[in-house]
């Protein structure tokens, strides 16, 4: 990663440095030294960095999100948290801090955490009296509060959310976005009387997980329930949406949905006197997404240009470049452009105008290539004649010429096929992975091919540990991923691939991130 970050940063200040000199750039090429399917590692790494979405900092594990990340992230953020609203959520800011005792109230839930919780010890040259744990998540912080805040079954639902960041700290191999020491999410905490009213929930929100997925990154995801094994420390039950990255071959959880049931309750007293006067336990959920969605939209549209982006999440969808040649009107075309782009923004297409003279046009669409916008726009002085423009897709290379008189139209038909297609071609790799296998031999070799292996499996612990103990080695243990509601016929006598007991469902497994 070092000498890629290098080789990044070269790039950039190669760009910036136009500015200093008045001389056309040349250059129609910027610098992508890896391609995906040779070294999908260093490939992700310079595609992040080149795209400018981020900058390695100083402390492993941590990066900056630059604006083009970040802008990615506040579209989600809108849609999420417009739904969530419609739910009756609320918003809230809990500490970042929480003190040991409180941390250590929940057993299995610490204990889950434990290795990742990052402590603040001194304060200046001074040790605390006690140590204080930054935040890896904030079901203890809570909680507490919730006990005091509910007495009623009048105080019922309890419905909160919070954007903000968390720390986990202890892990090999950081990956921007995908794995970081720090990491932006929303998380939402809520209370309810009956289990029927948390289910129903846990579900809804599970919904939303999909379709930021699949409407806005354009990344199949599948629905599930997690094993005893995986499921969140403390909690009842976990659902989630899990993605799959062909060109690794690994699974990777893309948010989840918990129910808490009733031990966080247990432990926090939170109790509610119900209608009939008595005391009750309540019923308890939690469900977050974060910063990952972003990486995981990189690994499935990039390519060896760079980003490709969804229109949805684009913070820009249409760049639109002037083609001025030789002896060319160059005031009418910038005109032709300006027009363009104030069009297509009054219209509430996201477009914005490459007007830089020290870089040629060859130049520039190399540039925004890498930073996946989903359509380009050129005009020239043989475009101006003829009174149209010429587009071009980032997903396809696909070029055509439309009337200016149309450009609105024809712009919205474009990005919504852009958006239609990158799903589709997304669902054709990671169905094409999808094995299903029935004894230890075929998992192995599915396993050694990168697939995505559905099974069926007797859903026992020791079972899947076993499977764990068995497949460890350089790239990772095999796991479940999860059950997919989406249920296959499970004939009967069909056994468990792994242990031979009878079966009770079907389960995705593979190496994750």
Known sequence: MSTNKGGGEKTNKGGGGGKKKKEVKKETKLGMAYKKDDNFGEWYSEVVVNSEMIEYY???????LRPWAMEIWELLKEFFDAEIKKLKLKPYYFPLFVTENVLQKEKDHI???????????????????APIAIRPTSETVMYPYFSKWIRSHRDLPLKCN???????????????????????????????ATKEEADEEVLQI???YRRIYEEFLAVPVSKGRKSEMEKFAGGLYTTSVEAFIPNTGRGIQGATSHCLGQNFAKMFDITFENEKGERSMVWQNSWAYTTRSIGVMVMTHGDDKGLVLPPKVAPIQVIVIPVPFK?????????????????????GIRADLDARENYSPGWKYSQWEMKGVPL???????DLANKQVRIVRRDNGAKVDIPSTDLVEQVRVLLDGIQANLLETAKAKRDACIVII????????????KKLILAPWCDEEEVEKDVKARTKGELGAAKTLCTPFDQPDLPSGTVCFASGKPAQKWSFWGRSY
């Open 327 to 347: 002896d060319a009107d160059t005031t009418a075309i910038k005109g032709a452009c300006e027009s363009a782009v104030y069009t297509l923004n009054q219209a």
């Open 206 to 208: 599970l919904e939303l």
């Open 111 to 129: 204990e889950g955490f434990a290795p990742e919780v990052a402590w603040v010890t001194k304060s200046g040259k001074s040790d605390l009296e």
């Open 438 to 449: 029935s004894t230890w031999d075929e998992f192995i070799a599915a396993l050694n091919d």
């Open 162 to 192: 919070q954007w903000c960041n968390v720390v986990r700290w202890e892990f090999s191999n950081p990956t921007p976005f995908i794995r970081s020491r720090e990491f932006l999410w929303q998380e939402g905490h809520t209370v309810f």
């Open 376 to 382: 380009r726009i050129e005009i020239g002085p043989k």
């Open 58 to 64: 100083d402390i492993s594990g941590c990066y900056i």
